[in-house]
């Protein structure tokens, strides 16, 4: 059987380029994917429409992993084969283009596609014959095509024969080393047989292999499946932790012990919320998209709505816990340690703990916050820095919400009333969510 990798012959002529690939959005996504590929030999230049994100960056002040870390400077000093502007002019020295800006929701939980409308519209604008553009971005179906194809179309450019474009979606874990871009595989879908093959030519340089799909459509799909899979799971994990509760059973003993089945089960577990740039968000634009076609998806409606209640559910548990000890919400003292949606990074995009301080704090709570890796959060009121060493000072009630690696968590054992949201703590210690 014939696969789209094969027997396929190129439709326009190879242009000389300045650089192989460019990579649009340096974010927590961007930047990584600017790195690998120039680690696998490729001429890479970086582009971000914030000079404060490029200066950041020059300066090495932004949160990767630590191979990044050693990575950056290395490239940063590849003057000729590393290059990074806010111009985006440049996008067309580039053979390809790897676009790869944020796609959050609003306050609506409808998708804000401002971002990447933008991005696509500015690579369009200067796209040149013989280059391939990429979209990476997790976004709805049938976005590729409304994004890049028709607007290159009205530019007189033909997909398939003059320039050349697929869906490939970002698999980067951030903050988590053991899944580097180099052991994931990457899912392409191109217009044509020759977008995927110049389309996997390139990423298989930093991904484990390639898997082809037979439509941009099937690519943006298999995204969205892969994360709404996860936020199923996880609201499911999250109503499992509630009944565990309710029953005097400990979720994680359960959890693991379930985990032991080495078929038909996968290990996830409960927290105070979901955040970043992918699970609280990615479901969205499905369900954003079935509702205006009036289809109605209602166990993704569900655990979606679910994953929104989670930090008011920690509220709630919060009084709870504050009434046990004879103290009510108004006026407590109360922290929050930890306030990355994750452990080992300091992104706070979508995190569960904004919205729990801003609810604490209407409650009438004194509300602080304690991030080893976030100096500072910008809440509705204004800014408010991290508490360098809270175990020195008096608090009612502290919730444990993101533990990042290596915190002492020792001195939680003289604090009135502690509240683990992360179900990682001693079950003698703290309550739990």
Known sequence: MTTFLEHVSVAAPRARFRHDVAVVGLGYVGLPTALAMHAAGQRVLGLDISRKRVDDIRAGEVDLLAADHVRLPEALADTGAFELSVDPRRVSAAESVLICVPTPINHHLAPDL??????????????????????????YVGCTRDFLVEPLRARGLEVGRDVFVSFAPERIDPGNERHPQKAVPRVVGGVSREC???????LERCASFVHPVSSVEAAEMTKLYENTF???????ANEFADISRGLGLDITEV???AATKPYGFMPFFPGPGVGG???????HYLLWQLRADRVSAPLIETAMTAVAARPGQVVRRVGEV?????????????????VAYKPGIA??????????????RRAGAEVSFSDDLVPVVALSDGEV??????????????????????????????????????YRLPGDRSARL
């Open 347 to 360: 992104d706070v995009r979508e995190s569960p703990a904004l919205e729990i301080i801003e609810r604490l």
């Open 277 to 283: 740039h992918c699970i609280p968000c990615d479901p």
């Open 196 to 202: 995927v093959r110049r389309t996997a030519a390139l």
């Open 114 to 139: 401002a971002p990447l409308e933008a991005a696509c519209r500015s690579v369009v604008a200067q796209a040149v014959p013989g280059q391939t553009l990429i979209l990476t971005s997790t976004t």
């Open 322 to 338: 504050l009434a046990g000890t004879g103290r009510a919400v108004a006026g407590a003292r109360v922290l929050i340690l930890g």
């Open 255 to 257: 959890i693991d012990a």
């Open 230 to 236: 996860r936020a199923v799971n996880i609201s499911m």
């Open 385 to 422: 820095k991290s508490v360098p060493a809270p175990e020195g000072e008096t608090w009612d009630l502290v919730v444990a919400h993101t533990l990042h690696p290596g915190t002492d968590t020792s001195w939680l054992d003289e604090v009135p009333a502690v509240l683990d949201t992360t």
